[in-house]
């Protein structure tokens, strides 16, 4: 049977906290030469000081002190006990600086998680700027689309695309998301452009399912500032973003994509926008991490870099480059 250790209770707690401070105290008295050079150090009285030596002694059941009405000297247990208490502090204090410079200077290991497309498409190209900047930050990337507890999996800095329900982390939104509806301009040629929105439903579509709930996205169509879902039919049904515009591109109906997966297709012409992007508030292109008082430099100069290119791309967290593609009419 596996022996697992006690689990401290506050008393306990707060008892050992009292103890490192009798040993910050104790090791001050020695280096001061008695209690009240000691105590006007440390900003007490000496009487307070006298009585927590007089406790640590209690403590331990050893005299630490030959006390006279003139100075303080150290027994021989308590010249052995210095040199632990020392050391002790020492290594403490080592401790904490390596803490403190570890989280100041932009090193070490970073945990990201990232959603398929979006990670290929807008991070990874960048990402040798980023290690040209940072040399001593070491990127370990996963690639998944399904929900990740990062706080279970000890990720650092998780991007999601969606909308957000956990509320134990911190969120700062990259971009908005815009929605397009295309088609490849073959296709129009050989089945004609749909005016309206009830003409959708004469037309074939690619649709996106969700791998963890198994539900389809609606169609979103522009309807002033709201967007009114539709259900124009499903021919095709994919859990995967860049199929959408794969089998868009192949001239086998119309979908809905987010700009994010369009962005490369519509650059070269294999996929159009038919109808004005949808945006709506609550989707969004999120960085997320765990709720940390102090954030470590490592992930804080990897967000502030996602932030930048992100900008440099002609997006954030209110507009995109959509809002300035021109509608294809079908015509030549």
Known sequence: MIEYPPILNTCDIYS???KLSLLQQFVVAVEQGGFAAAAKHLGLSPSTLSKSMARLEQHLNIKLFHRSTRQVSLTEAGSRYLISARNIIEELEQCELQLKQSNEEPKGRVKVSLPVSYGRTYVMPSL???????????LDLSFNDSYVDIM????????????LEDRRLVARKLSTIDFLICASPGYIENNGYPLTTAQFTEHPWIRFRYRQTGRLHPVLVPDGDIGQPCDPGRQFIVDDGEALADLCAQGLGLTQVPHFIARNWLNNGRIVPIRPYFRSEKYGVYLIY???????????VLIDFLVAETEAADESAFHTWAEKLSIYSGKK
């Open 290 to 300: 765990p709720k940390r008082e102090f954030l470590p430099t490592k992930v804080r």
């Open 152 to 163: 279970e999996q000890g990720i650092d800095l998780c991007v999601r695309s969606g909308t």
């Open 16 to 18: 050992r906290m009292d």
């Open 128 to 138: 040798h700027r980023f290690i040209k900047r940072y040399p001593d930050i070491q």
